[in-house]
């Protein structure tokens, strides 16, 4: 882990420094930059699921297809809406569920299994303090989410999402324990904060590259309505559309 090798290294350099600056009025300055540093690094570590640093996570395909990741769902109104789209378009997709929703819509977790989307874990609370948990807590948290999904539809997912892309020691930790795999993304929609489904389309195409993992909402208006361009344009370009587990080589499943 890029976090372990970090730590050691600033420690060793405030170490280091203390020893060849300590008779000097600016000892004080200069620990206190490298501790800052330090504090910078971790932070983008924590708001950075790209940068791998406290864990590895799936933030890119190894095919030339893109996929599709609908997060924070399933929502009553817009999963529907988006899965009509999916099945008209004839394409598959990956949907994080946060835990206490499948819970409380299972038809529609058993809908999107049985149109052959894929299911991962997105959390059970989705938590706004989740990045906070203990250890404990939040092995409780993805274990719970795994539970509702398996019990639904019998499978087990083995791909987690952290709500809000943020990671720690402690899901790395906990993703290792439960033998589960973090997925980033490559490219976020922000969806979320569109102000029309032009504006969210025009996002997504100007940025799209082959291999991209596309970061998407199914609890959006704005993401239902703009599947059938954002799928059009990818067909314009020749760039299939394909499963994460397809694009990753990876598996969504226990066996
Ligand atoms: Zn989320």
Redesign the pocket.
């Known amino acids: 882990m890029k976090h372990n090798i970090i730590t050691v290294l600033f420690a060793t350099a405030l170490v280091v420094l203390g020893f060849i600056f300590w008779q000097t009025d600016y000892v004080f300055y200069i620990l206190a930059a490298v501790f800052l540093l330090y504090i910078i690094v971790t932070v983008y570590g924590v708001f950075t699921i790209q940068s791998n640093y406290f864990l590895t996570s799936l933030n890119k395909g190894k095919s030339n297809a893109v996929t599709l990741t609908f997060?924070?769902g399933p929502d009553p109104v817009q999963t529907p809406l988006i899965l009509a789209a999916l099945k008209e378009q004839e394409v598959k997709a990956t949907f994080?569920l946060?835990g206490k929703k499948a819970d409380q819509y299972p038809e529609l977790v058993n809908q999107i299994v049985q149109e052959g989307h894929i299911v991962g874990n997105?959390s059970y609370s989705?938590h706004m303090l989740i990045g906070f948990f203990s250890r404990r807590r939040l092995k409780k948290d993805l274990e719970q989410c795994n539970a509702v999904i398996e019990q639904i539809t019998g499978k087990r997912p083995l791909y987690f999402r952290p709500?809000?892309g943020v990671t720690n020691p402690r899901y790395a930790d906990v993703l290792k324990e439960l033998g589960m795999q973090s997925v980033g993304w490559s490219l976020r929609s922000l969806d979320t904060k569109a102000k029309n489904k032009y504006a969210l389309i025009e996002r997504i195409l100007v940025r799209l590259k082959k291999k991209d993992i596309i970061l998407l909402h199914d609890n959006q208006e704005v993401t239902a309505d703009a599947i059938d361009d954002i799928v059009q344009h990818c067909r314009q370009k020749k760039i299939a559309i394909e499963t994460l587990d397809w694009v990753t080589k990876t598996a969504a499943y226990a066996s």
Do not use: G, M, T
Request: zero cysteines; glycine letters at 0%.
């Open positions: 997060d924070d994080f946060i997105h989705h709500p809000f």
